[in-house]
Structure formats: C-alpha cells, structure tokens
C-alpha cells in the first residue's frame, strides 16, 4: 500500500496537481485500478522503480505511447460530430449530432426502460402459484403508487440535483445562445437555479412537485406544484393547466429527463405549452454525477445506457410526441473540456454535459394544394397511431378531401375518430392485413358520415377483422365472401360497419341471409362467382343497407328481373371506377414522389452552393458594418 501511495504522489508532485487531488488518491480501491497503469508508465524511469526490472528495449515507452494515442484516435472518432458544417454555423457551440441524423435515429420506442428501481417486478412467487394466491396485476393501482412514492420522495428533504462547476457554465453559455430577454418561458422541473440569471424574461414559470427548491429561485416569476410523472397514456401531464397552451417561446428541462417514467407524454404536454416558432431545450449530464442521492429514482433506461445512447433516446422523446411537429431536432455536447494528460483524464471526472433540443412547426392551414400538409398537422398530436400509420394515410385523406367536397366537413370532424379505429387496426397481422390496407380502410370509414366510433360500431369492426369471436350475422357474411381479394373486402367493411347502430339488427341479419340468393340469381345471368359476389354485396349494400325505403322483397325482385346486359353493365362501371381509382392514386402519388424529389434536390443544391461560397469566399474587414 505505502509503495502505491508513494508512486501516485510522485506522480503528481512531478506534474503540479494540486494538493487536494493527490489527497483523494490515498483510496486504496482507486490506487489499485492505477497500479498496472503507473507501472507500466514509470518503470523505465532511473528515479523510481515500483519493482526491480531488467533492462528493456529503448522502444518499449513507444509501444505504450502509440497505444495511449490509438486509444485517443478511437476516443476522438466516436465523439465526431455527425452534422453538416453549415449546421454548426448557425447554432451553438457543441453540436454533436445534426437534426438529419438524429431524426433517423429517433425511432426506436423503449418505454418499457422507464421505470424505477423501486418500481421493477418480481416474478411470483411460485409457492403462492400452487396454492392460488397468485398477485393481481393491477397496472392502475401500481400505477397511482408510484404516483405517490413519487410526489413523497420529492417533497422529502432530500438533496439537490448539483451539476459541477464546469458544467453549469457551459450550459448558462448555450442557454443565453437561444434566449433572449423578455421571453416567456415554462421550465419544467424547476429547481433552485435555471441557469439563465444574466436573462431577464417576460414571465419564468415553473412547474415541481415540489415547491422546496424553486421558492429558492430567483429568476422564477410563478411556480406551479405538479407531478410530472403523474400522466395519462396518449393524453399527456394530468392537471396540466390548458391556459399555458401556446403561450410561451421557450419550454426548459434541465436535470429532471432522467426521473421522468412517462417522459412521451410530458413531451407532449411542453409541445402544447409553445408557441409555433418556439424552442424546446432539454439538458442533461452524466449518469454519475448525482447518482449515489438519485440512483432510486433515475429510470432504469439512465441507469443502464451510456451518456451517447441518452442523447439517441431523448431525441425519441420529440420524435414520439409529436412526431413531424417538431422540427430542428439537434443533440450537443457541452461537456467541459478533459485533462490532456491521459492518466489525469482518466482519475478526474470533469462531468458530462448535453443538450437535446427542438423547434415547434407552424401549423399548416387547410389550404387548396396543401391539403396533405394540413393532414399532416392534424395528425402530429394524434395518438396510438405510428409514424408509419400517419405516413400512409395522410396522402389518402388529401385525396379523398380533394375528391369528394360533400364529404369534407365529415372527414374532417372524424379525423379525431383515427385513434379509436387504429386501437382495433393495430392487432391486426401486418401480412394479413397489410399497413396499406389498414389506412385504405381507416380513410375510407372516416369519411362515412354515418360513422361516428360508436362502440357498436367498433366492435362491428373487430368482428369484420376476426379479432372477436364474430356472431352469427359475421359469420354468414364471411362465409359468403370469400371469395372477395383484400380491397373488395375492405370496400365492403366501409360501407357496412357504420350501418350497426344506424339499422337494426334484423336488418343487419337480412343483408347477411341475402348474400346467398342474390349471388346465384346473379351468377344464373352469367356471371363469374367472384364478380357475382362483388355485384351483389354491393347492391345489397347500397340499396338494401343504404334505403329505408326497400324491402327485401322489392329487393329480391328487382335482382331476379335484371337482364344479363344490366348485370355485366354494372360490374363493368364498377371495375372502371376501381380502375380509375387506381390510376388517380398512382397520379396522386407519383406527383407527390416527384414534388419530394424536386424539393430534395434543391436542398442538395443549395448544400453545394454554401460549400462553394465558402471554399472560394475571401475574408475582409468592412468598416460600415464591422
């Protein structure tokens, strides 16, 4: 122990460092992860020698040098800023990862990370199994104690979140980069300082569970008691006030990302919050650097990722809460800057410092020409569905908004219908039922005015999808169906679906029992059973479902006297209307392709122009402008 002890302090006596450093390394446990290093290090020196050594050749120091530097060279690779030049121009010092890459990366959910130690589950015990008393899985009751354990832990006297020196300086230069005085701002898990006091803002609204540390605040104008780990799954913060919507430039989290158990819905809650135009800033630090007072109260995602993997997963956080709301997205590493001397780099712990932060979009109004962006807007909020989801049905929207005027205030006054539909959509099997398909299905019921969400209606639904042991009227419509492809049925689900609650049941029950009969009348005049069934359904459909006026003997009348000529006449206007939809949509989606790419390649064109500006600009003083 004394020879150890005496080597380090050799060693920093030699390089100056100051007294208090040399003191922390009488830590036993520490001087031994140190020994292998300073033998290595010193043991060709002539003035100390931790052990007696034979000569050794002169370029043994030079293998350890050029391990040192390849161990830097690796170092300084993974920390390369991934972000094009003329993003860092424009913003603050430390950009890291740039809003392209970050957007790419950002889509990977993993909540099931967000839960504390004191939350994590233990398998039952397999003794209370045999005799019965097996525990109820209560996720609403676990979910109000941990609710409470949350808001006891804060209001308790414990310590504060305290970041280094060094860090706090770094994070009040990139604040004072973004805000500027007389902003309005909301900072979320405010404490006892918000490291912006050379700023003087227009209102400082903080919001805690506790009001313990922000009493302290000085720059804080109100304060507000409440739990952010209190939420509602797709909704967002509970009690959030609603007179805080748009109202604020800046919304900031400092310290506070890595104790958030629903940090999605909190993200949206603070999208609320900003005005079009403004900025979300989140900063966070190491995992270390308050983790013996917090470690119980981190997530389990802080606790087990690395301070680069928390920086990918915070830009998940904007990414799923409002997904193409947010633009601008941008990860930076603020960190002070490390000791140059590999062995001090590696004993002393400047602490991390990051930034993850967003803009807020402009909400596209519902313009002619525009109508797929004004979807788009709408959508951003929407939950349960992907971005994938929203993705494929926003074009199908724009169209039949474009398509069918008379439907328009339908479609949209069901769009906030789109979630209810998908929570049946999304247990679908994706081979069977593809994503296309689903949002072919989902735009078409939206635009039935008498679709409403009803839970009749829903059930309907799943009963058409085979997600619930269908009855007896279910059963006989997909029986007598099958031979329909996937779009046919879909065109059938649409129309029949918002009938349940809008007819009766035994009407319902008759459309079932006339599928039969009216595909073989059909099929007698010639008709193929594929195309008999695709008549008839529809028929029934629209004439029989779609009529308070006709009965089903009128019905079944009207069939039998059909000429063949009408029969084939009506199956020939219904595959060239099918045709024609085609044809449009691949119009409608090919111009979109194009409009994409035009867009894209005068981004790229514009990259290329700033690159050139900037190899061939020259550099000069004017004296008008400074």
Not at 384 to 401: C, F, H, N
Request: aromatic fraction near 8%; proline fraction near 5%; charge should be negative.
């Amino acid at each position: 122990h004394k020879y150890i002890f005496t080597a380090l302090v050799r060693l920093f006596v030699v390089q100056k460092a100051p007294l208090e450093v040399i003191s922390h390394q009488a830590d036993f446990a520490l001087a031994m992860k140190l020994l292998l290093a300073l033998s290595l290090l010193l043991s060709t020196s002539t003035s100390f020698r931790l052990v007696p050594s034979s000569p050794r050749p002169a370029t043994s120091l030079n293998i350890i040098g050029g391990a040192i530097r390849k161990m830097r060279e690796e170092d300084a690779k993974k920390k390369m800023p991934m972000a094009l030049p003329e993003e860092a121009e424009k913003e603050a010092p430390g950009l890291r990862v740039g809003e392209q890459a970050l957007e790419v990366a950002a889509c990977v959910p993993l909540w099931e990370l967000f839960r504390r130690p004191d939350e994590e589950e233990t398998p039952p015990n397999p003794l209370a199994m045999a005799t019965g008393e097996v525990p109820v899985d209560d996720q609403e009751e676990r979910a109000a104690d941990s609710v409470v354990k949350s808001k006891n832990f804060w209001a308790a006297e414990e310590p504060e979140t305290v970041i280094k020196p060094d860090c706090v300086v770094n994070l009040e230069k990139h604040l004072k980069f973004y805000l500027e005085d007389g902003m309005d701002v909301l900072e979320l898990g405010a404490g006892s300082n918000s490291y912006t006091s050379s700023l003087k803002f227009n209102t400082h609204v903080g919001i805690a569970a506790s009001t313990k540390y922000m009493n302290s605040n000085p720059s804080l104008t109100e304060k507000l008691t409440l739990d952010l780990n209190d939420c509602t799954e797709d909704v967002g913060v509970n009690a959030f006030p609603e007179n805080m919507y748009n109202k604020f430039d800046v919304v900031l989290i400092s310290n506070t990302v890595d104790f958030l158990t629903e940090p999605k819905e909190v993200f949206k809650s603070a999208y609320r919050t900003l005005k079009p135009g403004g900025k979300m800033i989140v900063a966070f630090t190491d995992k270390n650097m308050y983790k013996d007072a917090f470690e119980n109260q981190m997530t389990k995602m802080w606790r087990t990722m690395t301070d680069d993997q928390h920086m990918w997963v915070v830009g998940s956080f904007f990414e799923f809460s409002a997904g193409k709301g947010w633009s601008g997205l941008k990860g930076f590493d603020i960190s002070p800057a490390k000791p140059t001397n590999f062995l001090q780099e590696k004993i002393t712990n400047t602490g991390g410092m990051y930034v993850v932060q967003a803009t807020k979009n402009e909400v596209n109004e519902m313009e002619a020409g525009k109508e797929e962006e004004g979807f788009e807007s709408m959508l951003w909020l929407t939950p349960t569905l992907e971005s994938r989801d929203k993705m494929l049905i926003t074009p199908r929207l724009a169209r039949m908004y474009t398509r069918l005027p008379g439907a328009r205030d339908t479609i949209l006054k069901n769009v906030n219908l789109l979630p209810a539909v998908y929570a049946s959509l999304v247990k679908m099997d994706s081979f069977a039922f593809p994503f296309n398909l689903q949002a072919q299905l989902a735009a078409n019921l939206i635009s039935e005015s008498g679709f409403e969400g009803s839970e009749k209606q829903l059930n309907a639904l799943e009963e058409g999808l085979g997600l619930q042991t269908p009855g007896e009227t279910w059963t006989m419509i997909g029986t007598e169906t099958a031979v329909l492809n996937p779009e046919e049925k879909v065109d059938l689900l649409t129309f029949i679906v918002p009938r349940f609650g809008e007819v009766s049941d035994d009407i319902m029950s008759d459309f079932a029992a006339g599928i039969r009969p009216t595909k073989e009348v059909l099929m007698e005049k010639g008709l193929a059973e594929a195309d008999a069934c695709l008549v008839g359904t529809e028929l029934l459909a629209r004439d029989f479902l779609g009529s308070e006026d006709v009965e089903k003997e009128d019905f079944g009348r009207w069939i039998t006297e059909m000429s063949r000529e009408e029969a084939e006449g009506i199956l020939a206007a219904r595959k060239s209307f099918k045709s024609k939809s085609e044809e449009e949509l691949n119009r409608f989606v090919t111009e979109r392709e194009e409009r994409l790419k035009k867009e894209q390649e005068e981004r790229e064109q514009m990259m290329k122009q700033v690159e050139k500006a900037r190899e061939e600009r020259t550099m000069f003083f004017n004296d008008e402008t400074g």
